[in-house]
T-cell receptor
């Protein structure tokens, strides 16, 4: 099966700092990756679609200057939470699309902003 | 009406029971249907993937799609404690691979 990794798995930061989360497809090339946010006991909320070599497409209500997405290669997408605040604390999950086999998800990154 | 609805549970069953998880949807254009399993504090794992109507079996898991009723199901036979997780249904239209709609998830506990 396809493997998607995320790093770090857990991060604690102070309010006002920026945090970068990496998403990698380990055994296939992903032209499209997705970033989701999930609050406790709630479903996945799509934040943005990341396409290799082009600007990310953000969902309505998601601040693109707050959540910077870069998809520099076919196996790596990064999400940077800029000037993080406690309300940004959440579980962030990426997925990579593999044609014909749908999305494969990473293990998630738990962000806690103090 | 939400696009995809799913009973949130929690659902608690004894080990060995047959579990039925269900989703209903409103968009008749949906043609691809998926079931994901998510353990606590982990990313979702793709369990089953079906196209259009019909049944698909994989080990103890059977996915069923009834497009006429806009209803999909996941059956788990001989449930095990390791099946305890949240199960998310997901679906999309034929061309919109980037617009997958997820259900809210059903929390399942299998009691030894």
């Amino acid at each position: 099966g396809a493997v998607v990794s995320q790093h770090p798995s857990w991060v604690i930061c102070k309010s006002g700092t920026s945090v970068k989360i990496e998403c990698r497809s380990l055994d296939f090339q992903a032209t499209t990756m997705f970033w989701y946010r999930q609050f406790p006991k709630q479903s996945l909320m799509l934040m943005a679609t990341s396409n290799e070599g082009s600007k990310a497409t953000y969902e309505q209500g998601v601040e693109k200057d707050k959540f910077l997405i870069n998809h520099a290669s076919l196996t790596l997408s990064t999400l940077t939470v800029t000037s993080a605040h406690p309300e940004d604390s959440s579980f962030y999950i990426c997925s990579a699309y593999r044609a014909g086999i749908e999305q494969f998800f990473g293990p998630g990154t738990r962000l806690t902003v103090l | 009406q939400k696009e995809v609805e799913q009973d949130p549970g929690p659902l608690s069953v004894p080990e060995g029971a047959i579990v039925s998880l269900n989703c209903t949807y409103s968009n008749s254009a949906f043609q691809y249907f998926m079931w994901y399993r998510q353990y606590s504090r982990k990313g979702p794992e793709l369990l089953m993937y079906t196209y259009s109507s019909g049944n698909k079996e994989d080990g103890r898991f059977t996915a069923q799609v009834d497009k006429s009723s806009k209803y999909i199901s996941l059956f788990i036979r001989d449930s095990q404690p390791s099946d305890s997780a949240t199960y998310l249904c997901a679906m999309r239209t034929k061309t919109s691979y980037d617009k997958v709609i997820f259900g809210p998830g059903t929390s399942l506990s299998v009691i030894p």
